[in-house]
Nanobody, 119 residues
Framework: QVQLVESGGGLVQAGNSLTLSCVAS????????MGWFRQAPGKEREFVSR????????YYGDSVKGRFTISRDNGKNTVYLRMNSLKPEDTAVYYC????????????WGQGTQVTVSS
């Protein structure tokens, strides 16, 4: 059974930073492309970032490019999302996803972690 457990969310002031973590189990993590998505109240789910299985390639949504950094540690089955210069519009539930099927479709999803950025 695949499990993705996110952590690291919380309340932070605008301009500050947070690092989210997602620990995966039940899958061959080192073979799995990983992604981060977010969903704010009343809005559709939004692509944030993704990383290839080796970590050699990373991709970002336009709204976070230059501020967020995705990384992974295959030895720890963990993917990270470092979020700098946070803005109130970054407030959302952030979801980790594993095993990319196509553009924004993943086979496995975590339960999400809330990030709230106050102005």
């Amino acid at each position: 059974q695949v499990q993705l457990v996110e952590s690291g969310g919380g309340l932070v002031q605008a301009g500050n930073s947070l690092t989210l973590s997602c620990v995966a189990s039940g899958l061959t993590f080192s073979n799995s492309g990983m992604g981060w998505f977010r969903q704010a109240p009343g809005k559709e789910r939004e692509f944030v970032s993704r990383i290839t299985w080796s970590g050699s390639e990373t991709y970002y949504g336009d709204s976070v490019k230059g501020r967020f950094t995705i990384s992974r540690d295959n030895g720890k089955n963990t993917v990270y999302l470092r979020m700098n210069s946070l803005k109130p519009e970054d407030t959302a539930v952030y979801y980790c996803a594993a095993h990319r099927l196509r553009e924004y479709e993943y086979k496995y999803w975590g339960q999400g972690t809330q990030v709230t950025v106050s102005s």
